[in-house]
């Protein structure tokens, strides 16, 4: 539509010819999706109400809208669920022969390719991330997640040959709120795989997706007890730490909270794998592609507003096309859409929550203070909900805090080098060593530059790119285990002399 009418006038009769192309909204429908006005906990098979008597509210950050109340499971609320857990361990579970687990294992999966669309709205309406990554990432990666640890239940003795796998029992696994029903997917079904059955504590701001998982769980007939959700903050996942009767303890979180969990569990015997934060480096060589490097940053940062543990938050550009990488970046940040999570349309949707908001604000203020140059496209935000710009940061030195901290939001350090050894030793210079990236036309400077990042995956000219046969974890401070392929399996197996 031409918008200027003296346009329309000066061309006369000629046909109207557009001059500015605007988006119109394309809102995926919500009506897909039923909440209940409050939710229990789902234990052995059933919703029951919280012994504590607590709960909250759960929201959606794009909109601050409540949208159901959820249990705030206390001590005696974990205990009932560990039981659950114990009893269809030692009576069902563990005693089917696995190509049965198997078969519920697909059952699991198809049904969430069935009910995908459902899943992504709730998971945007929740969470805040962009129906365009939750309907085309998230959902897929969590079913084919399913699909792949259903294939290896009846085949653990080709996964680890003359080692006679068991399970272990029961698995008291605790999540964060950027990828709900995926981590939910990662921690669930190695482990029902193996044979072990589960507790899990969603994050206390994305509960949503876990409970619908609930009804995917009974329709699939999964025998009562062998999955148990409970919801609650912190609190809840200190009880599931604590709980004497739980083997093994998954983590995704900050490295605090790791950190905190492994003094917990010191000495207790119980097994437990972390997956913690990260400050990822994406380096771009000068004989990269460069308009394909420059969305691999994008993709890397922006992807889910930037709360991504293996997020590429540090770029590293080679000093000779750092002014073109520059100017390519911010042209390409200039048509980034931000905004309503529901639209089609939308590329970076809402921040997760207040706390997330203003954990991002504060770092972003503190590279403005240690002298950084910021760049933020022009950029209309919705009135209400929580909304960050995308942002990016130029003349960062190391030891500034954007270059040090996970961010976890959307916000980009830049710096530079001038040879391969100072790239890697720059990338290197953190706690970190969960991802980092390589663009370069040069096959063999990947598997050099591979050999030497402190990372735990490496991706060659793309970025944030997933396969459940691939196995995810880091080095240093971003914790330990492996989750996806068969070294997933490893943490839910006991193996001879074990
Ligand atoms: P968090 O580590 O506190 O929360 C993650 C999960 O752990 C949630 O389910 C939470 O309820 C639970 N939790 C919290 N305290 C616990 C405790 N003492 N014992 C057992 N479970 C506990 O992360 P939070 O506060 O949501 O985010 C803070 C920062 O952590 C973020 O800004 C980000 O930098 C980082 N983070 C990293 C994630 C990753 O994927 N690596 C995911 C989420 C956060
Ligand atoms: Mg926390």
Not at 392 to 420: D, K
Request: charged share 25%; aromatic share 10%; net charge neutral.
């Amino acid at each position: 539509m031409i918008k200027d009418k003296r346009e329309v006038a000066r061309r006369g009769e000629a046909a109207a010819i557009p001059t500015a192309w605007e988006y119109a909204p394309a809102p995926e429908s919500r009506e897909i999706v039923h909440f209940e006005d409050r939710y229990g906990l789902c234990i052995g098979g059933q919703f029951l109400e919280p012994l504590s008597n607590e709960r909250y509210t759960t929201i959606d950050p794009a909109r601050e809208e409540p949208l159901a109340e959820i249990a705030q499971a206390g001590k005696a609320d974990v205990d009932r669920a560990v039981k659950a857990a114990r009893e269809a361990y030692a009576e069902r579970w563990s005693q089917l022969r696995p190509s049965e687990r198997a078969k519920y294992l697909f059952r699991i999966a198809r049904i969430l390719q069935e009910r995908s669309r459902e899943f992504a709205v709730v998971e945007s309406l929740n969470g805040g991330k962009p129906i365009r990554e939750s309907r085309d990432v998230d959902l897929p990666l969590a079913a084919a997640h399913f699909f792949y640890y259903a294939g290896w239940a009846d085949k653990l003795e080709y996964a680890f040959p003359n080692r006679t796998p068991r399970p272990i029992g029961v698995a008291g696994q605790i999540i964060p709120w950027n990828f709900p029903l995926l981590m939910l997917a990662w921690k669930i079904a190695p482990a029902l795989a193996a044979g072990n059955t589960v507790v899990l504590k969603p994050a206390e701001t994305t509960p949503l997706s876990a409970l619908l998982f609930c009804d995917v769980v009974r329709q699939a007939e999964l025998p009562p007890g062998v999955v148990n959700i409970v919801t609650g903050d912190g609190r809840t996942g200190a009880e599931l730490v604590s709980h004497p009767d739980v083997d093994k303890i998954a983590f995704t979180g900050s490295t605090e909270v790791g950190k905190a969990i492994q003094r917990t569990l010191a000495g207790s015997g119980k097994r437990l794998t972390l997956e913690l934060g990260g400050k990822a480096a994406n380096i771009i060589f000068d004989d990269a592609p460069l308009d394909q490097a420059v969305e691999g940053i994008i993709n890397g940062i922006y992807f889910n507003q930037g709360h991504v543990c293996c997020a590429g938050s540090r770029l590293f550009v080679e000093e000779s096309i750092y002014e073109t990488v520059i100017s390519k970046l911010k042209r390409r940040m200039k048509t980034l859409r931000v905004g309503d999570p529901l639209d089609k349309n939308t590329d970076v949707g809402a921040i997760n929550s207040k706390q997330q908001l203003d954990k991002i604000g504060s770092l972003v203020q503190s590279g403005i203070d240690e002298g950084a140059e910021i760049y933020q496209p022009p950029c209309k935000l919705p009135e209400r909900g929580y909304w960050f710009v995308p942002t990016v940061f130029t003349n960062v030195a190391q030891s500034y805090r954007i270059a040090q901290e996970e961010i976890f939001g959307p916000v980009l350090s830049v710096l530079t080098f001038r040879t391969p050894d100072e790239a890697i030793e720059k990338a290197n210079n953190t706690p970190y060593g969960l991802s980092a990236g390589v663009w370069t036309e040069k096959g063999s400077r990947i598997l050099a530059m591979a050999q030497k990042l402190r990372a735990g995956v490496v991706w060659a000219n793309t970025y944030n790119r997933f396969d459940p046969a691939s196995p995810f974890g880091g080095y240093k401070e971003s914790g330990f285990g492996r989750e996806g392929g068969r070294h997933g399996l490893e943490p839910y197996v006991a193996l001879d002399g074990e």
